[in-house]
C-alpha cells in the first residue's frame, strides 16, 4: 500500500492556514469598520475611472448595437452625457476610419426604408436625413438614387390604397384629402394632383369637373 505523503504547505496545512487567515482578516475587519474604514474601499473594488475616451467608446457601441447612427446623432448623444469635446471628436473619428460611422450608407438605407416602407417622397426624405445632420452632398445623392417615375408609381400605389375610404365623399373633398395624404409625404403639388385626378377618373369621375377642383397652376 502505498502511504499519502503530505508535504509543508499541503491541501490540509493550506486549509488551516486559510481559516487562521480568515480569522485574523475578520477581526481586522471589525475593528477596521470601528474605526470607520476597511483593508478595502468601493474605489478599490471598482477601479480606476474610465479616462473620457473609454468613456465615449461604449456609449458609441452601445447606441450602435441598437440602430445605425449618424455622426451628428452620436456626437449629440456624447455632448449630453457630458463627454469632452475633444475627447468624442476623436472617438468619432476614429469610429468613422474603421466603419463604424458611415453617414453616406446611413442615408442610403434610410431612403430605401423609408421610400418603400412608409411611401415618402424626396423632398420628405431629405428633410428627415437634414434633422439627423447627414450632410447636404450625401443627402442628394441618396435621394437622387429614386427617379421620377419611382415617385410617381408610389404615389399612385398610396392613393389606390385610400380611395375606397374616400367612397362616399364629394369629388372635391375627395380630391383634397386624396392631395393632402400625398401632400404630407412629400409629395409636390402637380404631381399629388395629377395621379389623384388620373385614379378617380378611372373609377368613373367626370374628368372635366374634376378640372374643376383643381387649384389654378
Not at 15 to 41: F, I, L, Q
Not at 84 to 107: Q, T
Not at 185 to 204: C, D, F, M, S
Amino acid at each position: 500500500m502505498t502511504r499519502r505523503t503530505e508535504w509543508p504547505g499541503s491541501a490540509d496545512d493550506t486549509s488551516s492556514a486559510a481559516g487562521d487567515a480568515e480569522t485574523r482578516n475578520g477581526r481586522r475587519g471589525r475593528r477596521g469598520r470601528e474605526d470607520g474604514g476597511g483593508p478595502s474601499s468601493s474605489r478599490a473594488e471598482t477601479g480606476p475611472p474610465r479616462t473620457p475616451e473609454e468613456q465615449a467608446r461604449a456609449i458609441c457601441l452601445r447606441l450602435l448595437t441598437g440602430s445605425p447612427r449618424t455622426r451628428k446623432q452620436l456626437a449629440d448623444a456624447l455632448h449630453q452625457r457630458g463627454i469632452p469635446e475633444e475627447a468624442a471628436e476623436e472617438v468619432l473619428s476614429r469610429f468613422e476610419d474603421v466603419g463604424l460611422i458611415d453617414d453616406a450608407a446611413f442615408a442610403d438605407a434610410w431612403v430605401e426604408s423609408r421610400h418603400h416602407g412608409r411611401g415618402l417622397a424626396r423632398r420628405a426624405l431629405a428633410r428627415e436625413l437634414r434633422t439627423k445632420g447627414v450632410d447636404s452632398a450625401l443627402i442628394d445623392v441618396a435621394v437622387g438614387r429614386l427617379d421620377s417615375e419611382q415617385e410617381e408609381s408610389t404615389a399612385r400605389e398610396l392613393v389606390d390604397r385610400k380611395l375606397r375610404a374616400t367612397r362616399g365623399l364629394d369629388r372635391e373633398k375627395r380630391l383634397r384629402r386624396l392631395a393632402g395624404m400625398l401632400a404630407r409625404k412629400g409629395y409636390p403639388e402637380g404631381l399629388a394632383l395629377r395621379v389623384v385626378k388620373r385614379a378617380l377618373e378611372e373609377e368613373g369621375e367626370d374628368p372635366e369637373l374634376l378640372e374643376q377642383h383643381l387649384p389654378e397652376a
